[in-house]
């Protein structure tokens, strides 16, 4: 039978220690114990997207993710974003577009987003849709959430932001 156990790591720049059963979700640990619920439980099976995180730099579907997986290791949220240049375009564009309706996608939509700009600063279209196409959206029809990247990507290069972004 599976015991509670401490697992320790950073969560937007701050130390956490939490008890868990190692096998609960960092979805879970980040929402109920933490109380970070920027990222949000669309499917729970790896398939819509809406709970992305940065673990470790590399996105991740936090409902996949075991909280033992996380021990010593740095994770970013949707909340981290507005203090991110690249973060803050994208919100401000979503905002503008209106790529955002109900919200339960745009957490996991701004990761993947970033994610994308990062590796390729003035994508596509197609490129656009690609890099989304992790994240289900109900809502937008997903044009207006395009636009958004598109618009942003723009912004970003115009301002100098992408530039020595990791990949
Ligand atoms: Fe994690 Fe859908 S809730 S991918
Ligand atoms: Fe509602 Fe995307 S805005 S699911």
């Known amino acids: 039978m599976s015991v509670k156990k401490h697992f320790s790591f950073v969560v937007n720049g701050e130390n956490h220690t939490v008890e868990s059963y190692p096998a609960n979700r960092l979805l879970d640990v980040l ?7 920027g990222c949000k439980e669309g ?10 995180v940065f673990l470790d730099d590399v996105m991740v579907n936090s409902c996949l993710v075991p909280i033992a997986q996380v021990q010593g290791r740095e994770i970013r949220t949707v909340e981290a974003l507005s203090s991110d240049p690249l973060g803050k375009i994208l919100q401000e564009k979503f905002l503008e577009h209106n790529g955002a309706q109900c919200g339960i996608c745009t957490p996991g939509m701004l990761v993947a987003a970033i994610t994308l700009l990062r590796r390729n600063s003035e994508p596509t279209l197609g490129e656009i849709q690609d890099g989304l196409a992790g994240n289900l959206c109900r809502c937008t029809g997903y044009k207006k959430i395009f ?12 301002q100098g932001v992408l530039e020595g972004q990791k990949a």
């Open 31 to 37: 929402r109920e114990d933490l109380r970070l619920t």
């Open 43 to 52: 499917c729970g099976e790896g398939e819509c997207g809406s709970c992305s």
């Open 147 to 158: 636009d958004a990247v598109a618009d942003a990507a723009k912004v970003a290069r115009d």
